[in-house]
């Protein structure tokens, strides 16, 4: 069992940046694949990005890539997501999710879910 919470949204100019944290309960985390997904108003859950528990390996959308950073400190049981480059679009509430084994981009690989912090990017 692993209890996810997240922290770091809030409101921030396009163009600014915000750093997203999730920590997990437990003593075993590294031994899960961490991803962070978010969903805008009326619109589907989006992949964002995803880690392998040893946090060697990453995989980003596309409409993230080379803005976002995913990482972990499996010391603190800690995974972040920084936002740089952030733009309007990019408005939507952010959860991290835990899975066992390796990394996947489908939510629904996902056993365990963060309540979800609000990220609102203004133009």
């Known amino acids: 069992q692993v209890q996810l919470v997240e922290s770091g949204g809030g409101l921030v100019q396009a163009g600014g940046s915000l750093r997203l944290s999730c920590a997990a309960s437990?003593?075993?985390?590294?031994?899960?694949?961490m991803g962070w997904f978010r969903q805008a108003p009326g619109k589907e859950r989006e992949f964002v990005a995803a880690?392998?528990?040893?946090?060697?390996?990453?995989v980003y959308a596309d409409s993230v890539k080379g803005r976002f950073t995913i990482s972990r400190d499996n010391a603190k049981n800690t995974v972040y997501l920084q936002m740089n480059s952030l733009k309007p679009e990019d408005t939507a509430v952010y959860s991290c999710?835990?899975?066992?084994?390796?990394?996947?981009?489908?939510?629904?690989?996902?056993?365990?879910w963060g309540q979800g912090t609000q990220v609102t990017v203004s133009s």
């Open positions: 880690l392998s528990g040893s946090g060697g390996s990453t």
């Open positions: 437990g003593r075993t985390f590294s031994v899960y694949a």
């Open positions: 999710a835990a899975k066992g084994g390796s990394m996947s981009t489908l939510h629904r690989r996902y056993a365990y």
